[in-house]
């Protein structure tokens, strides 16, 4: 199963950008997505996840910032990432699966945000 990961760059803080994630219709359909991210030295940490009928979760750090969405008809998922700080820099992975809130096993292969001035 092949995930694109796209939309990452580099942008000042208080910036925004927008990534976008795709994979083939029937997976897309029939998966849970999320996004991970990995900052310099860090761990690989959850981001946020949108189940198959839509619901959303979020880390406590991005909420109100970030929002993450689906559009079935596109097989696309995206992460409007708005009042970016430097803090959020980071590899950024999608990730699909079966199950809500669950880490699939399914991953795209990252797209860096940088938010640096």
Known sequence: VQLQASGGGLVQPGGSLRLSCSTSRS???ASALAWFRQG???QREYVA?????GSTNY????KGRFTISRDN???TMYLQMNNLQPEDTAVYYCNAGDYFLQQG??????TLVTVSS
């Open 59 to 62: 880390r406590d750090s991005v």
């Open 73 to 75: 008809a596109r097989s």
């Open 27 to 29: 997976i897309f359909a």
């Open 105 to 110: 096993p399914y991953w795209g292969q990252g």
């Open 49 to 53: 996840a949108i189940s198959q009928g």
């Open 40 to 42: 310099p030295g860090e």
